[in-house]
């Protein structure tokens, strides 16, 4: 089945850039969706379909997808972006739905 | 706004069957594609299987035929049944809402989850 891999953990400093990559075979050729989870509460859905934000969702996370990696960008880090990030995408010849291991962000 | 609530039991004995039911609010269960999402103590997340009001399902064949979901549209409510639990089952059980149409989705909405402990 479709593996997607994530380093465990990017640390960041406030106000810079975090860049949280998602990496499988052609990934490219898929949609990338992209959630939150703070401790103790469900996931949020901060970007679908590579690089389209649900309502709500701040401009400062945005999503890029190409070749074998796919990238959550958090602009201008603040306290509050501190928690777990997850990838996910659609494995089409199992119709499995697939997630990343997830990414700790700690802001410094 | 869409609202999911899982409820059943917290504890669960080892061979005996885990089952848990999703209860929607603000919208119809029929225009969507309903998920299982688990979460282990301190793991990832990873997805049990989809149901579609058509009687459509999908499980994940990592559990071996070990789990069922069903669907009742009287009450707007979907169900979870994993049967022969051991303790790897442990774990945060999500319900969530995917796309309206078959594929490609995301999981917008979700439960806030419903920890269930397999010990005997």
Redesign the interface.
């Known amino acids: 089945?479709y593996v997607v891999t994530q380093p465990p953990s990017v640390s960041v400093a406030p106000g810079e850039t975090a860049r949280i990559p998602c990496g499988g075979s052609d990934i490219g050729s898929?949609?990338v969706?992209w959630?939150q989870q703070n401790p103790g509460?469900?996931?949020?859905?901060v970007i679908?379909?590579d690089n389209d934000r649900?309502s709500g969702i701040p401009e400062r996370f945005s999503g890029s997808n190409f070749g074998n990696t796919a990238t959550l960008t958090i602009s201008r880090v603040e306290a509050g972006d501190e928690a777990d990030y997850?990838c996910?995408v659609?494995d089409?010849p199992?119709?499995?739905?697939?997630?990343?291991?997830?990414t700790k962000v700690t802001v410094l | 706004q869409v609202q999911l609530q899982e409820s059943g039991p917290g504890l669960v004995k080892p061979s005996e069957t885990l089952s848990l039911t999703c209860n929607v609010s603000g919208d119809s269960i029929i225009y969507y594609y309903w998920?299982w999402?688990r979460q282990s103590p301190g793991g990832?997340?990873?997805?049990l299987g989809?149901i579609h009001y058509s009687g459509s399902t999908?499980y994940?064949?990592s559990l071996k035929s070990r789990v069922t979901l069903s669907l009742d549209t009287s009450k707007n409510q979907f169900s979870l049944k994993l049967k022969s639990v051991t303790a790897a089952d442990t774990a945060v059980y999500?319900c969530a809402r995917g796309g309206r149409r078959y594929?490609?989705?995301?999981?917008?909405f979700?439960?806030?989850?419903s920890l269930v402990s397999v010990s005997s």
């Open positions: 089945s898929k949609s969706h959630y509460q469900a996931p949020v859905l679908h379909y649900p997850y996910q659609w089409t199992t119709n499995h739905y697939v997630f990343g291991s997830g | 998920s999402i990832g997340l990873e997805w989809y999908k994940n064949a999500f594929g490609d989705y995301s999981f917008d979700w439960g806030q989850g």
